[in-house]
């Protein structure tokens, strides 16, 4: 169980890593977002688990923890990338912009 245990905080460590890696690298806010959401989201998970297989008596804990944090991420990324929408950040996709055509038609 230590061996699992160890090998999921490993890949956990490694997936918030290359989450804090992309965003210092993609270029604009909502990119930012998601490359930090989506890979702290796995990491903290196999985190979760790998610490799981190492101290079982903490499911109760880690199961709590876990809860907060998977409530809690989609909705602040979410908040943050309404913010930076609405204060004019540049995105750099080629798409079409649903949220400022919602906005427009409702004026």
Known sequence: ?????SVLLIIGALFIF???LG????????????AGTKATTLGFV??????FFIEPGWWAKL??????VLFTNPIGSHNL???AH???EKIRIDGIDELKK??????
């Not at 965003?23 to 998601?34: C, E, G, S, V, W």
């Not at 919602?102 to 004026?107: D, G, T, V, Y």
């Open 18 to 20: 290359l989450g804090a």
């Open 63 to 68: 199961l709590v923890i876990g809860f907060f």
């Open 102 to 107: 919602a906005k427009e038609a409702s004026k």
């Open 1 to 5: 169980m230590i061996i699992t245990g």
């Open 86 to 88: 609405d204060s004019g």
């Open 46 to 51: 196999s985190v979760i688990a790998g610490v």
């Open 23 to 34: 965003i210092f690298r993609m270029p604009d806010a909502i990119n930012k977002l998601q």
């Open 81 to 83: 990338a309404r913010a």
